[in-house]
């Protein structure tokens, strides 16, 4: 099984900065998502991207997903302290019944 | 009221024993997954679950078992414990159609 892969593997900015992170992975899929965890936490879901759409905004979420390039990216605008976690991305492998998640990209916002 | 609950937070035992690790929601969700995170944090899925149809990840070993005594409920028993199955252990849930996934707080077991 395929999971998604995150990039960077951490990433630091300080607040009021942009932060971007990038996800492949490398069979067809039904929707890929985007979640948070933070620290000694679950995961907690923060948007959703079917294989159709090219672009999601929720809030200062952004998100983007080619399907050529098997690839997403998420990004945070103007970061606050309260965004540093690790974001994951998780895929459904076209099975609609089954997400695979990556080792997620850890994310440090600096007050 | 927390919409997946799992006990305990955490556990830790001896090497050889069995332990079970109790999960429910109480959003009306019919699939039900167990979840293990790593020291590397990266969440590989066990099981995935329903009233119909139990799904396993072929490289779990089968010292884990799930148990589901109604809808609302899927515990995870593990038999033999071993050090390498030290990790946090994810209870989730979804809807059928697959969409958002709802996690629980997760369970930090440690094998010493």
């Known amino acids: 099984s395929q999971q998604g892969e995150e990039d960077p593997q951490a990433l630091s900015i300080q607040e009021g900065e942009n932060a971007t992170m990038n996800c492949s992975y490398k069979?067809?899929?039904?929707?890929l998502q985007w979640y948070r965890q933070n620290s000694g936490r679950g995961l907690v879901h923060l948007i959703l991207i079917r294989s159709n759409e090219r672009e999601k905004h929720s809030g200062r979420l952004r998100v983007t997903l080619d399907t050529s390039k098997k690839s997403s990216s998420l990004l945070i605008t103007a970061s606050r302290a309260a965004d540093t976690a690790s974001y994951f991305c998780a895929t459904d492998e076209g099975t609609g019944n089954q997400f695979y998640f990556g080792t997620g990209t850890s994310l440090t916002v600096i007050p | 009221d927390t919409a997946v609950s799992q006990t305990p937070k955490y556990l830790v035992t001896q090497m050889g024993n069995d332990k079970s690790i109790k999960c429910e929601q109480n959003?009306?969700?019919?699939?039900m997954y167990w979840y293990k995170q790593d020291s590397k944090k990266f969440l590989k899925i066990m099981f995935s679950y329903n009233n119909k149809e139990l799904i396993i990840n072929e490289t779990v070993p089968n010292r884990f078992s799930p148990k589901s005594p109604d809808k609302a409920h899927l515990n995870l028993h593990i038999n033999s414990l071993e050090l390498g199955d030290s990790a946090v252990y994810f209870c989730?849930?979804?809807?059928?159609?697959?969409?958002?996934?709802?996690f629980g707080e997760g369970s930090w077991l440690t094998v010493v």
């Open positions: 959003l009306g969700h019919d699939t």
């Open positions: 989730a849930s979804s809807e059928p159609s697959g969409n958002t996934i709802y």
């Open positions: 069979t067809s899929i039904n929707n």
